[in-house]
């Protein structure tokens, strides 16, 4: 599986951006799947998480409330709807697959590049 991450930009704060991870080489539909962020000088830190079946989520407290991620297993996707935006969110932002619903980096072992994500004040 090849995981490729898109839709970053430049945005003011307050506004939206919407990720997409895209899976190529076979179906992520078993896998749970994850959104990391880094930020310069900064780890690799959790974003959000879903569950293969897509029934559970999980977020970053910094987070809950204006991202919401989602699967589309028939299309190979997951998404990362972001909503007011804060400066404190710019990153490169990566998505990741797993075979455990997790919150650890430590568990994901298929990483896509990343996308760049950039909110001015």
């Known amino acids: 599986v090849q995981l490729q991450a898109s839709g970053g930009g430049l945005v003011q704060a307050g506004g939206s951006l919407r990720l997409s991870c895209a899976a190529s080489?076979?179906?992520?539909?078993?896998?749970?799947m994850g959104w990391f962020r880094q930020a310069p000088g900064k780890e690799r830190e959790f974003v959000a998480a879903?569950?293969?079946?897509?029934?559970?989520?999980n977020y970053a407290d910094s987070v809950k409330g204006r991202l919401t991620i989602s699967r589309d297993n028939a299309k190979n996707t997951v998404p990362l709807q972001m909503n007011n935006l804060k400066p404190e969110d710019t990153a490169v932002y990566y998505c990741?697959?797993?075979?455990?619903?997790?919150?650890?980096?430590?568990?994901?072992?298929?990483w896509g590049q990343g996308t760049q994500v950039t909110v001015s004040s």
């Open positions: 080489g076979r179906t992520v539909s078993r896998y749970a």
């Open positions: 990741a697959a797993s075979t455990q619903y997790s919150t650890q980096r430590s568990e994901y072992f298929i």
């Open positions: 879903i569950s293969s079946s897509g029934g559970s989520t």
